[in-house]
């Protein structure tokens, strides 16, 4: 008989196929005092067991094809830094000999503390790094308790097989995706875990968050997966079959329509070029983001150069990753400022007390480098070096008033005259722009236009702050909303601040990569988009299938709209509005 599961759908498509568990299971982890004359051992049993995970990761890294996009290869290379950490293994040690305890224990105990810290978090980028450590603390503690995970092997599978797993690791679905998987359950995970990033880089559709999945899904059944949605169908009917075989093939000519859209440039059917940019991570991304149509880097989260280390980068370091990325992309290129939280500087051995009840709402981002000048000035002073090679932008998250903006630029100013007087060749007149993402900002634009040279909208805080919701607090996700009202009236207000202005307005968070509210956003007058790199040839096929000019009347009638659902049902009318 059909059963229908619902899950959290991660990574877009459909996929039809037999199931294969893969069986890696909660570990269960014994705890015993050692006697003294066993802890030597006990240290070099811990060693052996990292040092084959460490080799087993380097495996899985050089199993990589050479043309796979290098942010996929980036996800191994963040767990082999991790394992490499010497926190991992310093702290384990430590507790082996200070606490005379067996070394899977230990390392349970340093797991713990680990994932402890990176909970607290408010940066749900950041937060899901707690999944990092425990994929790779797992890996080790596999090896000690010799329970190695198997995964299914080609020759078993003439035919693509869909992966029904608690959970699975980037390392696993790298290795997976060389043979013949049609699509992943799993039964932990969220959208933003590196899991699901690597599966929608990969194009493996992906539900996962689906609870007692192994339970409820019998092995080698047919199973129907829907990874936009999040549906999955087990055993399903001829009827179901079909339906869904249509809506394979319709997607497969879609996504064979859109790759020819990539050398395009994004120009409505009105003649309005709208800039599609892309959102980056790493420098590797940004030949990422070419090879996917993006006609610059839109936001680069500079963060992730201050993680998984104790030392700061410095400044020839951030210089090389900022040079790195203007030799990758022709077009302009906007480099965010550090946008670390109040939490983040347990890393780096920096503190400001204790742990703050509230991080999203404390000393994060551009409060924090206002604060600490001298970490700002080492950031600045390698962006503007970077700045002597390319079309650099600088980008302020989180400003909340002039006077933070006004604070920021005057320590960019002195670090350049500080670069010239040393001779060092930059750009003197690197625009520096706001991030609006706070309320606050969004109804000062006016103010801020002023004296910013470009604005860009992060909704993913902005609907945060605005709707007074954690955006990473499951209990009040169904809160979050884009089409708010409040939300609508404040993009809508920032974007025409900066026309009357005449600076450019982009868009940043999620929302300016989600097909579904591109027509909104062309009719409220957005003409910069910057998203996933993944998303870019999608928007950019309904750019240039629109025309602006009817979106922007259709766009003002229906920002009246008082019911959620009538809202939505008039956002569809704008897409039917051009397809027939
Ligand atoms: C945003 O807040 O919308 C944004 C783009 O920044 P981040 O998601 O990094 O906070
Ligand atoms: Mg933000």
Known sequence: MSLWLSGIGVSRGIAIARVQKMHGGELDIPEYALAANDVDGEVVRFYGAHKRAQEQLREVRARIPENTPSDIAAFIDTHILMMDDRSITDTTVGHIRNERINAEAALRRTRDALIAVFEQMDDPYLRTRRDDVEHVCSRILRILLKSEKQLPTRSEHAEPFMIVADDVTPADIILLSQQQVAAFVTEYGGPLSHTAILARSLGIPAVVGLRDARRLIRENELLIIDGEAGHVLADPDELALQFYRDKQAAQ?????????????????????????????????????????????????????????????????????????????????????????????????????????????????????????????????????????????????????????????????????????????????????????????????????????????????????????????????????????????????????????????????????????????LLGLGLTDFSMHPASVLEVKQIVVESDIGRLRSAVAELLECEEPQQMRDRIAELDRLHTH
């Not at 070419?290 to 280390?309: H, P, Q």
């Not at 607090?473 to 900066?498: C, F, K, M, W």
């Open 252 to 520: 497969q000519r879609h996504r064979a329509d859109l790759v020819k859209l990539k050398g395009r440039d994004a120009i409505s059917r009105d003649g309005v070029h709208i800039h599609l940019l892309a959102n980056i991570e790493m420098p590797e991304d940004a030949k990422v983001a070419e090879e996917n149509g993006a006609e610059g880097v839109g936001l680069y989260r500079t963060e992730f150069l201050y993680m998984n280390r104790r030392e700061l980068p410095t400044e020839d370091e951030q210089y090389e990753a900022y040079s790195r990325i203007v030799a990758a992309v022709k077009g302009p290129i906007t480099i965010r400022t550090l946008d670390l939280g109040a939490d983040k500087q347990v890393d780096s051995g920096r503190s400001h007390g204790p742990l703050p009840t509230n991080p999203a709402l404390g000393l994060r981002a551009i409060r924090l480098c206002l604060k600490e000048p001298e970490l700002f000035r080492v950031q600045v002073r390698a962006l503007l070096r970077a700045s002597a090679h390319g079309k650099i932008q600088i980008m302020l998250p989180m400003i909340s008033n002039l006077q933070e903006f006004r604070q920021a630029r005057t320590l960019i100013d002195s670090a350049r005259d500080e670069l010239l007087a040393e001779g060092i060749a930059c750009d003197k007149h690197v625009p520096i722009g706001a991030m609006i993402e706070v309320p606050a900002a969004a109804i000062a634009a006016p103010i801020l236009a002023r004296h910013a040279r470009f604005f860009s909208i992060g909704t993913n805080d902005l609907i945060q702050y605005t709707l007074a919701i954690d955006r990473v607090d499951d209990e009040v996700n169904y809160l979050y909303d884009p089409l708010h009202p409040a939300v609508l009236q404040l993009i809508r207000h920032t974007i025409d601040s900066g026309r009357k202005a005449g600076i450019p307005v982009a868009m940043c968070g999620e929302m300016a990569g989600d097909p579904r509210f591109t027509r909104l």
